[in-house]
């Protein structure tokens, strides 16, 4: 007997409350299901369809400096080349079978890229996006437009845009990526195709700032001739000046008695599409938190799932039942309906303002996109 049979036959022959009474002709009519490949909902519905979300994944830690270690060792024995196209390493939650996820529906992994190399073009429907916690000198050539990669910067890319990384620098360099590959896995809605076997020398090119920058990288301005993408953001890199010097000004507007915070001593801001001041890309949304010496953010939970790193500064963070002091680089998972909290905890290593300073990116847009979204505690 099969599995998905046998699974209503055993919960339908047993005295439970609103369950019908076991008999020999009830037997009979599961087993009528059996044949047509039927399941009744009666025996199913507490797994179908439960009081509240029960995510398949689990919250769970990764270390960033045994990550880095392991990476380099793969720059030394993996090359990059078609085929394997990235040398990515990704998370995969120990809930999900082992698949390649952080979350049912996020991807995230740390590239490494050495010195003088090359990552191919190449193009896919996925979303994506990367965020560098250390070191300076990759460019990622997106549509043919170099664009530099430091140290807090974040550079989203829409699907089916094509594109490639080198490094210019004299040492390895490493970032996390995000994408949406497992949600485009389950919905079964993927592409991928190769681009030219070597970008040309004009895109090997180290510009301070990009085309997209030099567009659309000007606060208020949206310049009117100028066509966005399809979806996703135009502009390809936001840089980490601005994004501190913006969580720094809240800070101290509420310092000043003013408001413009989520909570006290919790600065928030969200990447947003300077053509349409919605999120950066369809199905991700990114945002970077600013928790202040000794602040804590009271818990929080929604539909949708969401991966953190450690920008800078160590703390406490708690995700459901589990709790962890983290530090620069360390990457978790946030279960949907799990709750969250961060505290920010200086150590002697960390900068001077003892801050905990934590990138978020999450899911949200398409659970909001389609009317299932739902938060509880403060909003953000």
């Known amino acids: ?58 919250p769970h830690l990764w270390r960033w400096k045994h990550l880095l270690e392991l990476a380099d060792q793969a720059g030394h024995l993996v090359p990059v080349g078609r085929g394997g196209e990235r040398r990515a390493i990704a998370l995969a939650n120990p809930s999900l079978g082992g698949r390649p996820f952080a979350t049912p529906t996020l991807w995230a ?38 664009v530099p990669m430091g140290r807090g ?83 390809l890199r936001y840089a980490w000046a601005d994004t501190d010097r913006a969580l720094a000004d809240q800070l101290a507007l509420a310092d000043e008695g003013h408001p413009g915070v989520v909570e006290p001593g919790h600065a928030a801001v969200r990447y947003t599409n300077p053509a349409t001041g919605g999120d950066v890309l369809p199905t991700i949304r990114a945002e970077m938190h600013r928790v202040s010496r000794g602040g804590e953010t009271a818990p929080r939970r929604q539909t949708g799932s969401a991966v953190y790193q450690v920008f800078d500064g160590s703390g406490r963070v708690t995700v459901g039942d589990k709790s962890w002091s983290v530090t620069r680089g360390d990457l978790f998972v946030v279960p949907s309906w799990t709750a969250f909290s961060a505290t920010s905890e200086a150590s002697a290593s960390d900068s001077d303002s003892g801050a905990l300073d934590l990138f978020a990116f999450s899911d949200a847009p398409v659970f909001e996109a389609l009317g299932l979204d739902r938060t509880e505690g403060p909003s953000a």
């Open 153 to 235: 910067d974040f550079l989203p890319q829409a699907g089916w845009n094509w594109h490639a990384h080198h490094n210019a620098a004299d040492r390895p360099m490493a970032w996390i990526d995000g994408l949406d590959i497992p949600f485009q896995y389950q919905t079964e809605a993927q592409f991928f195709e190769f681009g030219r076997e070597a970008i040309s020398e004009a895109e090997h090119s180290t510009p301070a700032r990009s085309r997209s920058e030099r567009l659309w990288g000007h606060p208020g301005l949206r310049p009117i001739a100028a066509q966005a993408g399809r979806s996703g953001s135009p502009l």
């Open 109 to 146: 992994a740390i590239q490494y890229l050495m010195p003088g190399e090359n990552a191919p073009e190449h193009r896919h429907t996925q979303h994506a996006f990367r965020f560098v916690v250390e070191g300076e000198g990759v460019w990622t050539v997106v549509g043919r437009d170099p």
């Open 1 to 58: 007997m099969s599995e998905i049979a046998n699974g209503p036959v055993r919960l339908g022959m047993v005295d439970a409350p609103d369950q019908p009474t076991p008999s020999d002709a009830l037997a009979d009519l599961y087993r009528g299901f059996e044949r047509e490949l039927l399941v009744p909902l009666w025996t199913e519905i507490g797994d179908l369809m439960p009081a509240h979300p029960r995510s398949k994944a689990v």
